[in-house]
């Protein structure tokens, strides 16, 4: 079973996928993590540091490309592996930044997302900007404003392949998105399967 996992920073979804394949592995199941990272939280810290101005579109290519490469690799794992496989993010992601940013979808990501094996599972953690600037503030590790996260935030919910997601409110505790991210999988592997027509 492959899940993805989408939101904006601080929106808990790391912490939820962690804590999904341990809960998976503590019982006795093969669970895999696999992160699709673009490299934007280092790119960030390092244009902080060094006092960069790095320009949207140029930041996007670098992006991306880290996206990419992490998002093929990945698949490739996942397509290896016996059990549940858990995905931190994906092409989706750099989709929604490219809107948040001004900038268009392109033909690319789009295509890929076509081709690649669609998850049995989008769950989308949404969580109030607020919300998730206090978790990124919190811990310390990179910077944000309330702003762009909203802005990540539209973006995502302007995407077209939003409408499938199923979405987790991730504004409580992260035990609460846990659970309901636990029952939204018990109710996905009870369903029976789509009826073919002959």
């Known amino acids: 079973m492959l899940i993805v996992l989408t939101g904006i920073d601080g929106s808990g979804k790391t912490t939820a996928a ?4 341990d809960s ?9 993590l696999l992160c699709n990272h673009a490299a934007r939280r280092r790119m960030s810290l390092l244009s902080e540091r060094f006092g960069w101005t790095v320009a949207p579109r140029v930041l996007d290519f670098i992006e991306t490309g880290v996206r990419l490469f ?3 690799v990945n ?8 059990g549940l496989v858990v995905m931190d993010r994906h092409l989706h992601c750099q989709l929604a930044l490219r809107q948040a940013n001004g900038l268009g979808r392109g033909k ?25 600037h206090a ?14 996260l909203r802005a990540f935030r539209d973006a ?38 789509a009826h073919l027509p002959n």
């Open 108 to 132: 690319l990501l789009p295509w890929l997302l076509e081709k690649l094996p669609a998850a049995d599972l989008h769950v989308h953690f949404d969580a109030d900007p607020t919300v998730a």
């Open 75 to 82: 698949h490739a794992l996942a397509r290896q592996f016996d």
């Open 24 to 32: 998976a592995r503590a019982e006795g199941r093969s669970a895999l």
């Open 156 to 193: 995502y919910r302007s995407l077209p392949e939003y409408e499938d997601f199923v979405v987790v409110d991730a504004n409580g505790e992260p035990g609460d998105a846990l659970a309901q991210l636990n029952r939204i999988i018990t109710s996905s592997a009870s369903k029976p399967p």
């Open 70 to 72: 992490n998002v093929l």
């Open 18 to 21: 962690r804590a999904l394949v």
């Open 135 to 148: 978790r990124v503030m919190a811990r310390g590790t990179d910077q944000e404003t309330v702003a762009d």
